[in-house]
C-alpha cells in the first residue's frame, strides 16, 4: 500500500482541494453517515476530528459500477485505477466478505454530480465505497502531498 499505519502526511487544505482531485488522487475525508453506522453498529467510536484516507477511482458521472466475485470493481466497464491492492501486512485475508456482500456501493448505475467512489489501497481489508457506496464531494477536506515520517519512507507526490 502506499500508506501505512503510522505515516505523518503533509496535507493540502486550501479552499478547491477536491477541484484539483483527478482519479487516482488519494484524499482525506470526513466519515459519511453510511460508513459512521457501519463503525459504530461494530461497536467501534469516532471522534469529531476523524478523518479516512482511501484513493478516488470513480468521478461524478461515472456509470455502470460493479463489483465482481473477488471484490475488484469495473467502471465504465474498465478495471478501477490504482496501484495492486493486495493483502497489507499482517491483516486476514477476506475479513470484509461480509460487507462486500451486502454493501451498498456494489452495483450503482451512476455516481451523482457531486459523488466520487473511493477505494483503499489493502483491497482484502478495506472498507471502502464497495462497501457503503458513492462519497459526497463536500466531505474530502484535503490532499496529501508528502510523506514526512518516517523519513527512510519520505516521499512528495503520494499518487
Do not use: H, M
Not at 503510522?6 to 488522487?25: C, F, I, N, S
Not at 450503482?108 to 459523488?115: A, F, N, R, T, V
Not at 481489508?125 to 462519497?135: E, F, I, K, N, P
Amino acid at each position: 500500500p502506499t500508506l501505512l499505519r503510522g505515516d505523518v502526511l503533509v496535507v493540502e487544505k486550501l479552499p478547491g482541494a477536491y477541484q484539483r482531485t483527478k482519479r487516482g488522487d488519494i484524499v482525506l475525508f470526513n466519515p459519511p453517515e453510511s460508513l459512521t453506522k457501519i463503525i459504530t453498529n461494530n461497536g467501534s467510536k469516532l471522534s469529531s476530528t476523524s478523518l479516512f484516507v482511501k484513493r478516488i477511482v470513480g468521478l461524478p458521472g461515472d456509470q455502470n459500477i460493479r463489483l465482481d466475485d473477488e471484490g475488484n470493481v469495473e467502471i465504465n466497464g474498465e478495471s478501477a485505477v490504482g496501484p495492486d491492492r493486495t493483502l497489507c501486512a499482517d491483516e486476514p485475508l477476506r475479513l470484509i466478505d461480509r460487507q462486500l456482500r451486502e454493501g451498498n456501493g456494489k452495483e450503482l448505475k451512476e455516481l451523482g454530480p457531486s459523488d466520487v467512489y473511493v477505494l483503499g489501497d489493502c483491497k482484502a481489508v478495506s472498507v471502502d465505497s464497495r462497501v457503503w457506496g458513492a462519497l459526497p464531494k463536500e466531505n474530502v477536506v484535503g490532499k496529501p502531498i508528502a510523506r514526512i515520517w518516517p523519513l527512510n519512507r519520505f516521499k512528495v507526490n503520494l499518487d
